[in-house]
């Protein structure tokens, strides 16, 4: 239900960018892998690595065009992806991540497209431990990504495809509480696969 609550600023944002003068934009799915990392607690054991897959959706607007390169603002939406949630083999339940972001990204239109940009994620991490209950936890970290891809020149919409890498610029490490186990369990590392047409 948070995950649907912090949807709502995403598509405000994204309904103000259309309002800002610029030479267009460009819309997109994006299917991404997000990696998690074991976490250790003490000599009892360990929560296993979780890793989801997802396809989300993402917008941008470009506010600089200077031909070679592009400055725009842009939002993403990624629904909830789950996956099993173990500790050291044992299936506790699941283990679930969405999250919204806006952030800023340069292009640089070359013969390979270059593409970098930072974002802000509001991040909604969830587990189900089916008789034990449902919990949910929300977090905001910044995110750095980087990609490559091709585009094909039209004359009114240009198709495209990027390859994406992304990563977290803060980490949680703790597992003192279930709060901070679910933070610690957030991804630190996403790979993905972007596609879509520029205007």
Do not use: H
Request: aromatic share 8%; charged share 20%; with cysteine.
């Amino acid at each position: 239900m948070k995950l649907r609550c912090t949807s709502l600023p995403l598509a405000l944002a994204l309904t103000a960018l259309t309002a800002l003068p610029a030479a267009g934009g460009e819309l997109g799915l994006l299917y991404s892998k997000q990696y998690g990392k074991a976490q250790a607690v003490a000599s009892a054991g360990k929560y296993d690595a979780v890793d989801t897959a997802t396809v989300g959706i993402r917008g941008s607007w470009s506010v600089l065009d200077l031909k070679v390169a592009e400055l725009s603002l842009s939002g993403t939406y990624q629904p909830k992806a789950e996956q099993d949630f173990t500790f050291s083999g044992a299936r506790l339940g699941k283990y679930g991540v969405g999250y919204v972001a806006l952030g800023a990204q340069v292009d640089w239109k070359l013969l390979l497209n270059l593409n970098v940009g930072v974002e802000l994620r509001r991040e909604t991490l969830s587990w189900d431990l089916g008789a034990a209950g449902k919990e949910d936890t929300s977090q905001t970290r910044p995110w750095a990504r980087a990609g490559f891809g091709f585009s094909l020149p039209l004359p009114v919409v240009s198709p495209f495809i990027r390859l994406e890498l992304a990563a977290p610029l803060s980490k949680e490490d703790r597992t003192s509480s279930p709060d901070s186990i679910r933070k610690a369990m957030a991804p630190q590392s996403q790979i993905g696969l972007y596609a879509g047409i520029r205007f």
